[in-house]
């Protein structure tokens, strides 16, 4: 059933069909419940021929045809509809099926556009995403990337799989112990979905350079990675290379129970402006420290199915994005719902007119 029309049933033998065109509201007679049942049988998930069958069954004093004609009756009342709809033709029949949750959820998040449910998925399936960081947040970043179907997700991380980890980390094992995090990952997210490509490789990131090679080709980035720390280090790299790239990235972490995402797109404003917008406020000197250890299982999955979000939204545009901003919330005080919008830095060393003038210069001189 289309969402405008959900039915509502009223005593034993009546149905009402409300929001339909025009304000008007339909009311079917059903004394038998065959009409209800019917209903209730179009979730989505079976094809008119499967509720015919699932209505006959029910009601054994009612022949195939009689229950096709009630079927009918429904199909053709406008107030139905395909939830497959067309079958876009770079999904298999095993994708459509496995992904049939997340074309409701993208048809839900835009209903002006019910089409884009599997305009959506093709979206996702088309893309590249970078994992830098298969840590707490970046081991459910991925997970979550994989599961949601992106098609291709190159994850990066030069650490072992230490026994702290498995507090948090959600792709390892104990049994897993000293392997390499790139190599234990990849193989649990092909177990996750087959049909996604990873890649990996354990490959220090030690310059603005280094970054700007690794980013390169990506549709997203997920920022997962908090080493070399302070105002000069990875987060810094990342965020001029993704301007330079014009991708779109997302930057997930967590203070103690304090989790967020900072989601930034090319057009700013960027992660230097918003460290600018933090430390205005600030005597002269005193560090702002955007991530700690703390963390428990939750913060850590909460972190990184927000950055996960994050990516999603960039590669699908469900929701619509525009500008940057920072969202989260506090576990030890879940009414402390964090959101922002930071503004802009008219000096900023990266995003400002100058500074994108100046890039743009250096890239046609190299």
């Known amino acids: 059933m289309k969402a405008q029309h959900r039915p509502h049933r009223y005593g034993n033998d009546r149905i009402r069909i409300g929001g339909s065109v025009n304000g008007v509201t339909a009311e079917i007679s059903d004394p038998d419940g065959h009409a209800w049942a019917a209903l209730k049988a179009m979730d ?67 209903p002006t556009r019910p089409e884009r449910g599997w305009e959506a998925q093709v979206r996702l399936k088309r893309s590249r995403v970078l ?53 234990v990952a990849a193989a649990r997210l092909a177990e996750v979905n087959s049909s996604v490509r ?12 280094d970054m700007l090679d690794l980013v390169r080709g990506f549709d997203a980035v997920a920022m997962c990675a908090d080493e070399p720390a302070g105002r000069g280090g990875i987060r810094v790299w990342a965020n001029r290379a993704c301007l330079s790239e014009k991708i779109p990235w997302a930057l997930g972490g967590y203070n103690g129970p304090l989790v967020s995402v900072a989601a930034f797109t090319p057009g700013g404003p960027c992660y230097e402006c918003l460290t600018a917008s933090v430390d205005a406020p600030l005597a002269p000197g005193i560090p702002v420290d955007l991530g700690g250890p703390g963390a428990i299982a939750p913060s850590a999955g909460v972190s990184g199915h927000l950055t996960a979000q994050a990516v999603v ?24 719902h964090v959101y922002t919008r930071h503004p802009g830095a008219p000096d900023c060393p990266a995003c400002s007119p100058d500074a994108l003038r100046a890039e743009s210069l250096g890239s046609m001189a190299r």
């Open 44 to 110: 989505g998930t079976r094809t008119p021929e499967e509720v015919v069958a699932r209505l006959h069954r029910a009601f054994p004093g009612l022949t195939e045809a009689e229950a096709a004609d009630v079927v009918d009756l429904l199909l053709n009342s406008g107030c139905v509809e395909d939830a497959a709809g067309p079958r876009p033709e770079e999904l298999s029949l095993r994708e459509l099926e496995r992904y049939s949750r997340n074309a409701a959820f993208f048809r839900d998040a835009d």
């Open 198 to 209: 990873v890649t990996a490789e354990a490959r220090p990131v030690e310059c603005e350079e």
């Open 131 to 183: 994992v830098l960081g298969l840590g707490g947040t970046g081991s459910h970043t991925a997970w979550a990337l994989a599961a949601c179907g992106v098609g291709e997700i190159h994850c990066v991380d030069r650490d072992p799989v230490e026994l702290p980890d498995l507090t948090r980390q959600a792709l390892y094992r104990e049994s897993d112990i000293g392997s390499p995090k790139v190599d």
């Open 313 to 336: 939204a960039f590669l699908t545009g469900i929701p619509a994005t525009s500008g940057s901003y920072v969202t989260g919330i506090n576990l030890a005080a879940p009414d402390q």
